[in-house]
């Protein structure tokens, strides 16, 4: 897990905080809630997590019968595949994305998910050069085929190869579609995190809730600082979640897909935004660019940024000058 709320549940004793945590979306979503009625919490928590029950169920592409399944497998096909309004919705935040980071986010990179692998059996198995330059031509959000239909819309991926993955975006999807449960209820202070991304509703107490960075070469619960949040979305993604090291090189699931290569600018991305899925494309976004053009990159999309460059030093947007309580000197 990228992001920790150290501060929310450490400190968290508190008899009017409410917390639930449930296996799901290949991670751990907990869920807390600062007062209410014992009833209306619990009613919360059942709300959003069957929410992000729902939202995995229309975006999982690793079942060839999923409708993304089947999108992808119908890659270079003349027959485009009907889509409910969810997928759609989401495949469109997700191209337009594209757009929003010059490229850097891209959906289509998972035309490349059978090259590079990072699960135990495969771990240190670089691609091929050759196998990957053949298929980073398929990576072209661009090109991806979207028609409105009643009640949903028509996908079609144009080149044979081609695949729609949305692990980059899902979770942050999620984390809202919970929020917007618990706001529909009358919930006003909450978070809700799913990973590395979150969303901090409201008060802790009488103060904003607290979340930490992660120190992105320290142990799991290391933190380079603290932050206070209210009623915003942070997202964290580095290069220890998924990697392997071949002769001092180490390789990571962040890939930037103008090279197909592991992004070698950042350590770590940390993204504060308005929603969880702003946050979760541009985190990712800010990491391939790194430095100085990632911090841009965020502030022209009305995100702020802490930026840990590939040799370890720490960059922030101006917004977060003063905010941020330093744990590691």
């Excluded at 919970?178 to 809700?192: C, I, M, S, Y």
């Excluded at 929603?275 to 990632?294: H, N, R, S, V």
């Excluded at 030093?313 to 905010?323: A, H, I, K, Q, T």
């Amino acid at each position: 897990m990228s992001w920790l709320v150290v501060a929310l549940l450490a400190e968290s004793a508190q008899p009017q905080l409410a917390t639930q945590t449930r296996e799901m979306m290949t991670t751990h979503v907990t869920i807390s809630i600062a007062g209410g009625a014992p009833v209306k919490i619990q009613r919360g928590f059942d709300a959003a997590f069957a929410e992000f029950e729902r939202v995995d169920g229309v975006m999982n592409e690793w079942k060839p019968d999923s409708v993304l399944g089947r999108i992808n497998g119908a890659a270079g096909g003349p027959e485009a595949v009907f889509a409910p309004p969810d997928l759609c919705a989401i495949l469109q935040v997700a191209i337009a994305g594209t757009s929003r980071t010059d490229g850097l986010f891209d959906p289509t990179w998972a035309a490349l998910r059978d090259l590079w692998k990072f699960d135990a059996s495969h771990r240190g198995q670089v691609p091929p050069a050759e196998a990957l330059a053949a298929r980073c031509k398929l990576i072209d959000a661009r090109s991806v085929h979207i028609a409105r239909r009643k009640q949903g819309c028509s996908v079609r991926l144009p080149h044979e190869g081609m695949a729609l993955g949305l692990g980059g975006i899902a979770k942050g999807w999620g984390v809202d579609r919970a929020v917007e449960k618990l706001r529909a209820l009358g919930l006003t202070d909450f978070f809700v995190q799913a990973g590395g991304d979150l969303y901090a509703a409201g008060l802790h107490g009488d103060r904003p809730w607290r979340v930490g960075i992660r120190d992105p070469r320290g142990a799991p619960d290391d933190t380079l600082g603290l932050v206070e949040v209210r009623d915003a979305a942070f997202s964290t993604s580095g290069d220890y979640e998924r990697w392997f090291e071949v002769d001092g090189v180490r390789y990571h699931h962040i890939i930037d897909p103008r090279t197909c290569q592991p992004a070698r600018a950042s350590r770590q991305a940390t993204v504060l935004a308005r929603t969880a899925t702003d946050a979760e494309i541009l985190t990712k976004a800010a990491f391939i660019a790194g430095g100085e053009a990632g911090l841009a990159l965020a502030q022209r999309n009305g995100a702020a940024a802490v930026l840990v460059d590939a040799e370890g030093r720490v960059r922030l947007s101006p917004e977060l000058e003063g905010r941020i309580a330093w744990t590691r000197q």
